[in-house]
C-alpha cells in the first residue's frame, strides 16, 4: 500500500462532474470517540448547481442549502426522509453550489448505511474536509475503472435531469 495522502482543497476546487469520478477508490476517514473508521468509495453522485433541478440548490439559496454555496471540500450533512443522514462534499468554486454525494462504500452499500457505519451525523454539516481534524478523505494511490449511470431516488426532478450518467460506480481496480 502506498503512503495516505490527505486530499487538500485543491481535489475538491474543480467541476462535480470531475471530482465525483475521482472520489471513487479513496478513502473517507472518521476520527470518533472510540477510534479511526476508514471506508473505501465505491459509488458516488453528481449535483451541479442551481440549473440541475435535482440539486438542493435548484430553488436557490436557503437556511438548508448554505452549506452548498461554501468553499470546496466543504461537508454538506444533511437528514434525509427523517431517518438517514447523507454525506456530500461541496466541490467547484465558492458560491457555486455542486456537491459529491457518497452513495456506498465497500462494506456499507447505500448512502444511509454508509454514514451510519462511519458514525456521521449532521454535527458535521458545514465543516472542512480539506482542514477538519474529524472527516477527512485520503488517497492510497488505488486506480480503478469507472462506469457510470443515472442518478437515483430524484422522482421529483426533470426527465432530463433524472437521466443524467452522473452517479459513478467503481467497476474494478487496476
Not at 465505491?42 to 442551481?50: D, K, P, S
Not at 448512502?111 to 451510519?116: C, D
Not at 458545514?126 to 472527516?135: F, I, N, V
Not at 492510497?140 to 459513478?168: H, L, N
Amino acid at each position: 500500500m502506498e503512503e495516505l495522502l490527505r486530499l487538500e482543497r485543491d481535489f475538491f476546487a474543480r467541476d462535480v462532474l470531475e471530482v465525483a469520478p475521482d472520489l471513487l477508490g479513496k478513502l473517507v476517514v472518521h476520527r470518533t470517540e472510540h477510534g479511526i473508521l476508514r471506508l473505501r468509495i465505491t459509488e458516488t453522485e453528481a449535483y451541479r448547481g442551481e440549473q440541475d433541478t435535482a440539486c438542493h440548490a435548484h430553488r436557490g439559496r436557503t437556511r438548508r442549502t448554505e452549506t452548498l454555496y461554501g468553499p470546496p471540500g466543504t461537508l454538506y450533512v444533511y437528514l434525509c426522509y427523517g431517518i438517514h443522514w447523507m454525506l456530500n462534499l461541496v466541490t467547484g468554486r465558492e458560491g457555486q453550489p455542486q456537491a459529491v454525494l457518497v452513495r456506498a462504500c465497500l462494506t456499507a452499500q447505500g448512502p444511509g448505511r454508509l454514514t451510519k457505519a462511519l458514525q456521521v451525523t449532521g454535527a458535521l454539516n458545514g465543516q472542512d474536509a480539506a482542514r477538519s481534524s474529524e472527516l477527512w478523505l485520503e488517497d492510497d494511490g488505488m486506480r480503478c475503472r469507472v462506469k457510470t449511470a443515472p442518478r437515483v431516488g430524484i422522482g421529483y426532478a426533470s426527465p432530463e435531469d433524472r437521466q443524467r450518467p452522473w452517479r459513478f460506480i467503481l467497476e474494478s481496480t487496476d
